[in-house]
């Protein structure tokens, strides 16, 4: 099936189930904490990646809809800016999305077994972005236009590049004793600490954003990653498969 006909078909789906919907769902409980079973989620492909949309969503159609023809949008910008190769990889990570989450404000990667299982997550999302909240979703990626990148580049860099990888940590390292994203500008016209500054992991994942489409701080884009941070520009070309002329 194809990736716009798969959409299609899954947005049929928001406006069926939303009639067929009932009671019948049982929430698994971990202590005090519960989650709705894999069982409660409908799978389809969007673009190649394997998404599981939570029933309680499907029951909400126009908000379903939103949320599922952005997520499409973006996975398709990704495809078609991104090298086949490391896309075929990234479409190992599987999409949960959720109708509502108060663990998590927008989307996340998760990537530890043990932390989601003591959590009160489905320890079955390990190795998966959550897409916990639609709304935020639909709002925040005015301002962050490739969150579901950023969010794949932190699996990539957990799943096949190693969490340890030395040269991001160098590279993190040697910008952070830099200074240069101590204040920059973001998005909102405000001079702000890099939220790259955060780690290595959201420096990558940052730095990705800027490397193949438009962060929020500065830098912003491609040209401007490169003057600001060449030797992070040139590690990304090589980690992404890509070209960096």
Sequence with gaps: M??????VFLLLACVSFAFAIGTNSTALVVGKLEYDP????REQKIQGWRVLVNEKLLAETNLCER???????QLAQIVRVVPAGPVERLREIP?????????????CFHE???WLSTHGVNPEKTGGVELANPENFLTWTKEQPWMALHELAHGYHHRFLGDNHPGIKRCY????VSGKYDSVLRYNG?????YAMNNEKEYFAEATEAFFGTNDFFPFVRPELKEQDPEMFELLGRLWETSTR
């Design 190 to 194: 405000k001079h702000e600490r890099h």
């Design 38 to 41: 894999t069982s409660a989620y």
């Design 95 to 107: 999409f949960w999305v959720e109708r509502g989450s108060k663990q998590f404000p927008c989307m």
């Design 67 to 73: 949320t599922l023809k952005l997520l499409d949008a």
């Design 173 to 176: 390292e040697n910008a952070k």
């Design 112 to 114: 530890s077994f043990e």
């Design 2 to 7: 194809s990736s716009s006909r798969a959409v």
